[in-house]
C-alpha cells in the first residue's frame, strides 16, 4: 500500500512508484570521525555513483537502471507492478516527461523495453527508488511546469537534492528556468571551510553550471581540505572535480 500519492497531471497516463523513499536525515552526511570511516559515506541512498546504477531486478522493473530489453509483450501486457508499502506513487503525463528527460524518452519508447508498455489499466507505470519524497515531487512538477507549485526560492539542501535529480534524468534545460531564479536567490556566501556547506555549494555551482561560484569553492576546497581524500558526502561529483 502506498504512502501517500501525487496527482500531478490530473489526466496521467504514467505512474512512478517511489519505493524505499530516501530518508532526508541521511542526505550528504557530514561525518567528523576520521577519514578511514568516510569511505562508509558514499553508501548512504543518494550516492548515484555508477555502481549503484546496478540495482537489483524485480518481477516489474528496475529501479534507477536503464530499461530493461528482450521482454516479450505477452508478459508485459498482463504485469502491473506491486506497490510496496510505504511507496510514493506520483500520476504523471509521459508527454511532459520524454520531452523534458532522454532518459524518461528512452525508458518510455516502444522498444521492448518493459516500461514502453502501457498496463492493462490504460497506463505506463516506471518504478524508482531512495529520492526524497518532497524533492521528487518539486522536480516533477518542474517538468510539468506548474509554477503556483514551485517556490519562489529554496534552501541550499534542496537545491542540492534537485540537482542531484536533474544529473540523473539529465534534464537541465527544462528547469533552467527554475534553477537559475533558485541559485540568484541563494545566498552568494561560499563558505571559506572545508564543511558540509562548501560541498553543497561545489555540487550545485558544478551541476547548474554557475562558474562563478563553482571557482570560488573549487578554491576554497582546495586550500582548506585538510584530508587526503575530498569527501563527496555520497554526492554525484565527478572524479576530475573531487580528485583535483
Known sequence: MASAQHEIDPNADTIIILRSPGNPEYFALWDNSPFENLDALAQLPFCLAA??????NTNDTTAHQAPTEG?????????????PVGSVLYCVSSRHLTLASPVFRKMLSPDGFRE??????????IVAEDWEEEAFLLFL???????????PRVS?????????????YDCEDAVEFFTTTWRESLDSS???????DLILHLWVSYVFRDAYRFRLATNWAALY?????????GLPIPQEVSGK
Not at 521482454?71 to 506497490?83: A, D, G, K
Open 71 to 83: 521482454i516479450t509483450n505477452t508478459s508485459l501486457e498482463h504485469t502491473i507492478p506491486v506497490v
Open 141 to 151: 512538477n518542474m517538468l510539468h511546469t506548474r509554477g503556483r507549485k514551485i517556490p
Open 225 to 233: 581540505c585538510d584530508e587526503s581524500t575530498f569527501r563527496t558526502l
Open 116 to 125: 514502453g508498455y502501457k498496463k492493462p489499466d490504460g497506463r505506463y507505470y
Open 190 to 196: 561560499v563558505p571559506p571551510e572545508y564543511c558540509r
Open 156 to 168: 541550499l539542501e534542496l537545491l542540492a537534492k534537485v540537482g542531484i535529480l536533474v544529473d540523473y
Open 51 to 56: 555502481e549503484d546504477v546496478e540495482t537489483t
